[in-house]
């Protein structure tokens, strides 16, 4: 790939992916789940097309072909004078049970954007943006109190909620030794959330109330990484761990209240309270810890466990935070257990393009940050995926699979069956070369 054309299509590319998130901060169609009612709704999943395909593993990755979200050390694993680009979208399909009833949903997001080149020798930058939580849900039940329904006739109860939080992101990884390696990353959470309600009655002299939140969030964390490369013999064994710190949400939350009768709208109350106001909210530290095993060229092995304390969060507590509806809904301490394969038959194979390719696999089981009516929420899935090489370098486009269940359909809870796909694009070219002729 020339050097004109790689910039001219990483320039194409991040417009495309740039201009996707901004018109994506209305949080239309990012994703639907009713368990993301609560907090600031369900984590969105972290890592390239590739950390995805192979079950969200990447804390000990280390690769000069990639870039790698996971742990901000492996950073440092950059090859000198190379650019890296890469971004990737999702498409989720999930369907939902509870009880007799079933519906699907099918929902588009960004997954990621992301660049990293060195600085000097063994240092390298990263700058990028990815989803850290999102929020959408509509549900609708009939209220059937007997008592009610013979003054004020059927009732009927919505609500509904959309948005979520972005994480931009900017660090830097340096090597010592040819062995260890560290990194760190500032990130700035950002985004606005959005949760209404709705009771109509069908008698018509009755006001139907609208209620909800509208909040505009932000905050500020770091993220630190470390690595330890060991060669034994032909492999490399890799150690890896992250910290996360904890970082108090700052902004503001409107809560409002309003009943409608005909062409009349009257205002009950309409509040607007900074965040400070409503006490100690803020996002939890996480950290987690990886192993690897490598054939250079051939293989790769990864497990990595994550764990994450929100009960300090002032999620069950905070309005516009606390649960909408009539489940009750509390924190917990998240933890995930990944582990992920990648394989590449012959990279340098010149006849046969599909043992080129780099094929994955991977599994994970993760317990969410949060629990319903006292019931752990969990999730556990496979994932596979390939990465086809395109032109020289290490340029491709990566396809990843995960396929998963969340929740049960025990008390009130609701399983989730989904099926998410991620198409990445990979650029990687030498940008820094000096020409020595003309």
Known sequence: MSKRISKVLTAFLFMIFASSAVKAQDGA?????????FGIGDLYPQGTTRERAMGGVGIAGRDPRYINL?????????DTLSFVFDAGMVADNRVFRQGDLKSANNTLNINNFSCSFPVYKSFSVLFGLTPYSTVGYDY?????????????????????????????????????WKRISIGAEVMLNFGNISKDSYMGFSDATFRSMNSGYDMEL?????????????????????????????????????????ATLGSVVDTVYNRVDTLSALG???????IGVGISLKKPEKWLAEF??????WTSSGFDTASGFANVGGSVFSTQVSQSFRAGFEYIPNRNDLRYYLRQCAYRMGAYYEQSYYKLDGNSVNSYGLTLGVTLPVFRWYNGISIGVDLGRKGSRTGNMTMENYASVVIGFHIHDMWFRKVRYQ
């Open 218 to 258: 932000r905050a500020v964390s770091g993220k630190l990484g470390v690595q330890y490369d060991q060669p034994v013999g032909d492999l490399h064994l890799t150690l890896g761990a992250t910290y996360r710190t904890s970082s108090k949400l700052k902004g503001y939350v409107k809560d409002y209240k309003y």
């Open 304 to 309: 990595n466990y994550i764990r994450s304390d």
């Open 140 to 176: 609708s039940y009939d209220i059937p109190d007997p008592d009610l329904m013979a003054t004020a006739g059927f009732i009927n109860y919505l609500s509904s909620g959309k948005g979520g939080i972005y994480q931009g992101f900017a660090g830097f990884g340096v090597e010592f």
């Open 29 to 37: 169609g990012l994703t639907y789940s009713p368990y993301s009612v």
């Open 70 to 78: 996971m742990n901000p050390a492996a950073i440092s694993a950059r």
């Open 280 to 286: 100690n909210v803020s996002l939890a530290s996480e």
